[in-house]
C-alpha cells in the first residue's frame, strides 16, 4: 500500500517553531473533528480497527508512535516522530498504533464527527469488506485526488 506522508511546513525563528494546518491546503480534506492521544501507558496497543467512511491526518505533536496500516494488502510499519509530517490514514484502512514514547502526544485530524457506527473492529470482517466493495478507487474519490 502507499504510506502517505504529508510535510508540514515549519515556520521557525529564534523563538522556536509553529506549523499550521489548514484545511483543503496541507490537510486534504474538510476538517471536522480533532481529538488527540496523550499519557498512553507503556506496552498498550490501540486502535485495532478501520473506518468505512473517515479518513484521518495524524501528527506527532510531540514523542514518538508506531502505525501498523493495512490496506488489505498486508501490514505496513509506519514511525511517526516528526511534528513537521502528517501520516494520512484514509478509509479502508486497518490501523493499529503501539509502541507509544511516554511523552507522545498524537493529534489526529478527522473529517467526520465521532460515529462508533463507523468502525470495524474485526480484522476478518475488514479483510471481507475491503476485498468485496473494490475500495481503492473509492478512497481515491473520496479525498477528491
Ligand atoms: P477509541 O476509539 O477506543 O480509541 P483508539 O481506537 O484510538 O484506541 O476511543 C477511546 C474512547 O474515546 C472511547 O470511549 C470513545 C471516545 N472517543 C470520543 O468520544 N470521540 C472521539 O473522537 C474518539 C476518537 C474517541
Known amino acids: 500500500m502507499d504510506i502517505e506522508r504529508i510535510p508540514l511546513q515549519k515556520h521557525g525563528d529564534s523563538r522556536g517553531m509553529l506549523i499550521a494546518l489548514e484545511q483543503d491546503r496541507n490537510v486534504p480534506f474538510e476538517i471536522r473533528r480533532v481529538y488527540y492521544l496523550f499519557a498512553t501507558k507503556g506496552g498498550v496497543h490501540r486502535g485495532m480497527h478501520a473506518h468505512r467512511n473517515l479518513n484521518q491526518l495524524a501528527v506527532t ?85
Not at 113 to 122: K, L, M, S, V
Request: a negative charge.
Open 61 to 145: 505533536v510531540r514523542g514518538s508512535v508506531t502505525f501498523l496500516l493495512d490496506d488489505g494488502s498486508g501490514p505496513h510499519e509506519v514511525v511517526l516522530d516528526d511534528p513537521s509530517q502528517g501520516l494520512l490514514l484514509r478509509r479502508m484502512v486497518w490501523r493499529e498504533m503501539y509502541d507509544f514514547s511516554d511523552d507522545c502526544v498524537l493529534m489526529v485530524l478527522a473529517d467526520q464527527f465521532y460515529d462508533p457506527a463507523d468502525y470495524i473492529t474485526d480484522y476478518d470482517l475488514f479483510l471481507r469488506e475491503v476485498a468485496g466493495a473494490g475500495h481503492s478507487g473509492d478512497r481515491a474519490a473520496c479525498l477528491g485526488r
